[in-house]
């Protein structure tokens, strides 16, 4: 399985942007994935996660009420949409997927992941 994320980009504080993970993973419903990032100089972190099916969805306490992760099964992609955005959001954002539908908060859980994509948020 393969991911590929995308959407990062430099944004001032209050902006918004979407981040996509397309998946090689197919049929795409089996798999659960996960949002991480790693901030420079710090360890990387949970950020949020989705099921399968696309109907649980969990959040990092930081980001709850300004991130909304959603999934396209059809096209085999999850997005994260960032309102809001705050300057400790800067970070390298990777996605990750898990060969169930159950999400997950832990790195050791997911499998497959992608490369990072950047996303600086300017005060």
């Known amino acids: 399985v393969q991911l590929q994320a995308s959407g990062g980009g430099l944004v001032q504080a209050g902006g918004s942007l979407r981040l996509s993970c397309l998946s090689s993973?197919?049929?795409?419903?089996?798999?659960?994935v996960g949002w991480f990032r790693q901030a420079p100089g710090k360890e990387r972190e949970f950020v949020a996660a989705?099921?399968?099916?696309?109907?649980?969805?969990y959040y990092e306490d930081s980001v709850k009420g300004r991130f909304t992760i959603s999934r396209d099964n059809y096209k085999g992609t999850v997005y994260l949409q960032m309102n809001t955005l705050k300057p400790e959001d800067t970070a390298f954002y990777y996605c990750?997927?898990?060969?169930?539908?159950?999400?997950?908060?832990?790195?050791?859980?997911?499998?497959?992941w992608g490369q990072g994509t950047l996303v600086t948020v300017s005060s």
């Open positions: 989705i099921s399968g099916t696309g109907g649980t969805t």
């Open positions: 990750a997927a898990r060969e169930y539908s159950t999400p997950k908060n832990d790195e050791p859980a997911h499998a497959y």
């Open positions: 993973g197919r049929p795409f419903s089996k798999y659960a």
